[in-house]
Every structure is written in structure tokens, then in C-alpha cells.
């Protein structure tokens, strides 16, 4: 009476801590259809009257050993996935730790292939770089596989060109083509769209693991790559992509498993060709993430051929131009206002003169603080956000701005390259993440995928000055890396240059006054800072010493080989700055000799200049180009550099003061 038993059952089944329990009806009711309506409703069993006591316990006892074999098998899976999660964390954590050294080993392997060497130490190094190379590959793909399994692996939706991934994979293939006398050969149907949206990265993962694994397995004959179009529709394409080669082949009992995780075609094969055995099956795993499908055909001694296929979407038609290997931001983006969010004078200057000559508007904020005031007043396009700051960091800044501009995408470029810090600014509110040295393939490529077209004024930028001389070499510098970095520009990297140069002369003294105060706090604010220049300006191995101490500093320990390892390589970046700027010193000593002062000239742009200092403006730089050409060669052109220096860090209250020397040197009333 009141609540019937299916209802009961029903109740039960919908209670988080009674669900489990196993419900039996019992019942004089053998109506076929109330019996499916309780089995329906979640019940175990259903026992008809008149009953045997007997029975009824036997069906119990059944159903109570039932539930406790389904507890444990369920508490085994929960280990076996608390197990596989604790092996995933592991194995990201070890391949980026490996990295770490990794890349110092490669970097250092690198700069002493640029010295003097004998024959034989040329071939040793060479050799040395191959093999971190192929160490560095398996890391990845270790790291890769964690990801995946931890279901981390995210895809990218970014603009591409398809030519462009097909001349990265020739070019990183080359090398082991002509070593092992092979011939290269490609077929691409010609009604293949070339401009694609997708992930261009992923994609060449894919081709180089499968174009290098053909190379691994064939000793003579060729490799063919071939693209044909499967589908063509108004807003996507499929493609079919195939690797041929004419190797050792593959026995077809081993195919069905040949894209499970740790497999190869045998037992053998790993020691004689090396590799982990994760390649294909992060090939098979990405294939399915590009929504196509990866299989073989293959006979022993006659070669096999991987086919797969990918989907991709269709840019919409415009202007896709390749310049100075960068993609270049098009007409439509032209004109578009960034903020630079950036502590560091040289890495604004850097930043502002790389983004500027593309054609885009850069406005500069300090630190966090700075930056919400700017975004107050001002519209903007995109924030380029760096963490570390004074006065308000980066993660603050960007939970304060999200507050009232939740639209406005903001992409961190920081220094900041540890395991989860990506995490960590994507959860502050940050939209992207871009890491210091900055790449300017990266860069130019995410600020396309955030800034929305609209018609825009474009702005005209002078173009790099090649007349600048530079040296062929530089100890301490990959000089072909750095200009790269700043898109050709020879006078901006003599410009900072000279500006290091005069900026961090007493770096290391201050570095080692903190430690040996054991203000470790400072000590990572200083090598923090150090390692992000020195990145941006390429000087290598002092990037590789600074980060070595900020990592040690970071583990809360630290010893007098790091900081040794710092000193030494900021005097050989020191001293070579010194002979590329001897020029423009002794232009600088000539210009200091004291001329006359013309003061009808220089006191409307000083009454001018301290109408600007007093309200914080950042519009100066005219004035201030005006002034040091009206003082230039007189007594006052060292306060004038400290004016500069001032109001390049936005002390206006300093500036102020220099304003006053010079204007009572000058009899002129603020």
C-alpha cells in the first residue's frame, strides 16, 4: 500500500549512497511485463510466491558475492588508473627534466662546433649532435605518449600552408637522404588547396616520424611521398597522404599490432635500429585527433607504405605571404594595437621594433598596474602579458582585467617555461602562451590566431638600416639567431647590444651580493631577468649559465660553480659587446665637447618637455628628440641621458629633476 515496490526500486536506483544495493523482487505477480518493468528498473533478480526459503537464500548469497567481486574489480580499476596516471605524470616530468640538460648539452655542442677545431674533434662534435638529436627525439616522444594517455594532447586551429610543411620535413630529412645515397621523390596532385587551417605542427610530427622511420628500415633504392585529394567541399578538404619506401619490409602477422604503444615489427629491431616503439602509435593517435584514419601495406624484403588521411578547413581566400621564414601578419591585421606588457627595457625594445615592422601599433606598459590603467583608456587589439613583474605581475593583472574586459585575448610571453606554468597562466585568464627567446614563427602566428580583421589605418615603418656592418662571429652569440629573432634588423641588434652593454655591466656583482646575503628572492629577480635578455639577444651560452643558477635557485640551493659559470660567460658577452660599440663610443666623446647653447631654440621644447613630464605623459619622444639635437655637443648632452634613461622607466619624478638642472643651467623658469 501507498508506495508500490517498483516504485521503491526506483528510488533507491536514483540515491547516490543506496544505488549499489542489489534489489530482489519478491512477489505473487508473474505478469511477464511487471517482471522486465522491475529489471528495467535496476533489480538483480525476481523471485515468485509461494518461494523456498532455501532458494531465496541461495539467490542471496549469490548476488552478495556478486557485489563484492564488483567492488574489488572496480577498486582494481581505480589503482590500475590512479597507477596509469602516476606513470603519465612521471614520464612528463622525467622527459622535461631530461630536456632541460638536453638542450644545454645541444646548445654547448653547437657553439664548439663554431670554434677552431681539429678534423677529427669536427667529426666527434658532429656526431655528438646527431645522437642528442635522436635522444632528444625519443624524449619528445615519451613526453608526447604521457600527454596522450593523460588526455593532455590539444590540437591547434591555426592558418597554414601546406608548401611550407613539406619544405620543413625536406629540410630536416635532407641530411639523412644524402648520408645514406637515397633518393627523395614527391607526387602532389595539383588541385590540392594550399592554404589550410589546422595544426601544421602536428602534421609534419606525423610525416617526419613516418618519412624518418622509412629511412631507418631502407638501405638502398628511394622514398616517395604522395598527396592526393579525397574530398573537396566549400569549407574543408580531406587528404590522403602516403609513404613508400623500398625497404627491409614487414611480416603481416606484425601489422595488426604495429600502432600499439611500445611495439615493433621484432624483437630485434630495436637493437638494431633503435627506437622506442611509441612513434606510430602517437602517429595513429594524432591521424585520429585530424579526424582520418592510419594503416600499412607491407611484404617482407619489398617495402612497405604507411597511408593516412587528415581533414582540414579552408582559409578563407586572402594574401598568404612567407617573409624571412615568419608568417607575415597580412593587410587585414595591419594596424593593429598591441599592448606590450614588460618590465625589461632591452626585451621592449626588442618586442616593440620586431611587431612594429610588420606593421603593427605597440604601446608599452611597465607592469601590471601600468597595464590596466592603459586598457582603461585605450582600445586594444590583443595583450602581450608578461608574469614576472614589479609593483603587479602578470597573473593579477590579468584576473583585474578580466573583470571588466573579458573578450580582450591576452597571451603570456614570459620567460616562464617550467612544466604546468603554461597551466598556470592559461588559468589566471590568459588566452595563449608564447615562451622567451621569443621565435617569431610562433609569435606572428599566434598573434594571427587572436586578432580579429577589421579595417584598420596602417602604420608606415622605416625599413632596416643594412647598411650596419656586423661581424661574421661574435663569441657568446649565435648572431644569426638573434637577427633572426628581430627580423633582420642589424642597427636594433647594435643598439641593444650597446644598451646591455652599458645596462648590466655590475649584473653579476649584484647577483652575487644577493646570494651572499642569501636573499634568494632577489637573486631569481636578477637571473630571471638576465637569462630573458640574454635569450632575446641569443647570447647562448650566458642564457644557459643563467638558467641553470634560476633552476638551482628555484630547488633552494645553489653553488659557486653556477655563479662562476654566469661571471665567466657575462665577461665574454661583455667584452665582445665592447669591440662591436668601440665606434660609437669614440662618436659619443667627440660629441661631449661643450658648444655654444642657443636658448631661443631650447626653452619652448624644455617649458614643453616639463608640461609633459608633470602630467606622466608617454608622448615625449619627439620633444625629446628636438632637445638632443638642439643640446647635442654641449656640457649637458650626460644629463640629458639620464632624462632618457628616466623617462624610458617611467620615472617621472627623477626626470623632474634632471629637467631643473638643466633649466637653471639654462635660466630658464618651469
Known sequence: ?????????????????LKDIPIIFLTACTDTEKMLKGFQLGAVDYVT?????????????TH??????EDTLRLNVEKLEAANRAKSEFLANMSHEIRTPMNGIIGLTRLALKTELTTQQQDYLTKVDSLTQDLLGIINDILDFSKIEAGKLNMECINFSLDEVLEKLFNTVYLKIEEKGLELHKIINSD????LVGDPLRLLQILINLTTNALKFTEKGHILITIKLIKLESNF??????IKDTGIGIASKTIPHLFDAFTQANSSTSRKYGGTGLGLAICK??????????????????????????????????????????????NDFQGARILLVEDNLINQQVAKETIESENLVVEIANNGKEAITAIAHSEFDVVLMDVQMPIMDGYEATRLI??????????????????????????????????????????FTVLEKWIKPKARSSPRHKKNDETVELPKELPGFDIDSALKRINGNKKLFKSLLHDFGQGYQNAAIKLRTALDKKDLETALILSHTLKGIAGNLSATHLQDAVQDLEFALKQGGWNDILMDNVESSLTQVLESIKTITQTKTKIEKIENNPTPLNISIITPLILELSKLIEKHSTNTEATLAALKTAIKGTAFVNELKQLFNCLDNFEFDNAKNHMKVIALACDIKL
Open 285 to 330: 593517435c594524432l591521424v585520429k585527433m585530424m579526424d582520418g584514419d592510419i594503416w600499412i601495406k607491407s611484404q617482407l624484403g619489398k617495402g612497405s607504405t604507411f597511408h593516412f588521411t587528415s581533414v582540414f578547413s579552408l582559409q578563407a581566400k586572402k594574401e598568404y605571404v612567407k617573409k624571412q621564414d615568419t608568417f607575415q601578419i597580412i
Open 49 to 61: 510466491k509461494p518461494f523456498k526459503s532455501a532458494e531465496i537464500i541461495s539467490r542471496v548469497k
Open 237 to 242: 578538404v580531406k587528404l590522403h597522404f602516403s
Open 64 to 69: 552478495i558475492k556478486l557485489k563484492a567481486t
Open 402 to 443: 578580466r573583470k571588466h574586459k573579458s573578450q580582450l585575448p591576452i597571451i603570456a610571453m614570459t620567460a616562464h617555461a617550467m612544466s604546468g606554468d603554461k597551466e598556470k597562466c592559461l588559468a589566471s585568464g590568459m588566452n595563449d602562451y608564447i615562451t622567451k627567446p621569443i621565435n617569431l614563427d610562433i609569435l
Open 192 to 195: 590540392i588547396p594550399c592554404y
Open 1 to 17: 500500500p501507498g508506495i508500490d515496490g517498483f516504485e521503491i526500486c526506483k528510488r533507491i536506483k536514483q540515491d547516490a549512497i
